[in-house]
């Protein structure tokens, strides 16, 4: 944790000032044990939206609502004691005006206890992201692939090929301006996000995005095998948790059924060995 001092965790301002040094290093948390095991590697632990469709089976993060993720949120800081909590607001939360956004990011700090919000959005969300980050909420931004746009979109795809680029660095330049301390480059051909972080006096964090990002972030079920429903290109596994939680349980059944599991080992008897005469 090179970003702060062992003593305390890092905050936003340390994120800032890691612009062109050493990587930073991003994923997703959703419980409390993953957090703490994120709090060891990671710099930030990102509260995704995308719990929705990780832990809870939804088809996108559209129906991602603000209690779901207090409720995940507390979780996560609950496991963290240096790496810096972000939470995702859900879609709905902060579109409307800034100064929906204002009530809904304050709410998320105020009863989580993590520390900044990310939003998704480029041009458009400047002057909310100017309107929070006046307002003491820090916020990371989110441009190129934005999932919560998806339908408007036109699905998962890549943004900022050919006519598009020039957009893409725009909506990188605005949201800097606007006051946010890093953002997360989502899918983004991987020369525009060179440029992109080239430019720009904040971290970006890549996702889909090539090697020159400052940082990188994933979803950890994908990184770990254990989300299996579909696999971004982008996505590198480097575990196939999900494969071996399906043997281990398989194995269980396989006992239960057998009926070697539980063996005396692991049960209670009806009577207390006697521990013999003391001498």
Do not use: W
Request: net charge neutral; proline share 6%.
């Amino acid at each position: 944790m090179s970003a702060s001092s062992p003593l305390r965790p890092v905050l936003p301002a340390d994120i800032k000032s890691r612009k062109g040094g050493a990587p930073l290093v991003v994923l997703t948390a959703y419980t409390t044990p993953i957090a703490r095991i994120v709090d060891r590697h990671c710099e930030i632990a990102l509260v995704g939206d995308s719990v929705g469709m990780v832990l809870h089976g939804m088809p996108s993060t559209l129906g991602v609502t603000m209690e779901m993720m207090i409720l995940h949120g507390r979780a996560v800081v609950r496991g963290l004691s240096k790496a810096m909590a972000v939470i995702d607001m859900p879609f709905g939360s902060y579109e409307e005006s800034p100064q929906q956004a204002f009530r809904n990011a304050s709410r998320l700090m105020a009863e989580t206890g993590a520390p900044a919000v990310k939003l998704e959005g480029g041009q458009h969300m400047a002057e909310t992201i100017a309107f929070l980050t006046a307002r003491g909420v820090p916020v990371m931004a989110h441009i190129g692939l934005t999932p919560q746009s998806v339908n408007t979109l036109g699905g998962y795809k890549v943004v900022g090929r050919d006519d598009e680029a020039a957009r893409v660095l725009s909506d990188a330049k605005a949201v800097e301006a606007a006051g946010a301390f890093s953002v997360v480059l989502e899918k983004v051909p991987e020369g525009l996000a060179g440029r992109i972080t080239a430019q720009l006096s904040i971290p970006t964090i890549g996702i889909g995005a090539g090697v020159n990002c400052d940082g990188q972030v994933l979803v950890i079920d994908d990184m770990l095998g254990l989300f299996t429903d579909f696999r971004p290109k982008f996505v590198k596994r480097y575990g196939e948790l999900g494969q071996a939680a399906d043997e281990a349980i398989a194995a269980y059944a396989a006992e239960v059924r057998a009926r070697t599991f539980p063996a005396a080992e692991h049960a209670f008897p009806d009577v207390l060995p006697s521990k013999g005469p003391k001498s």
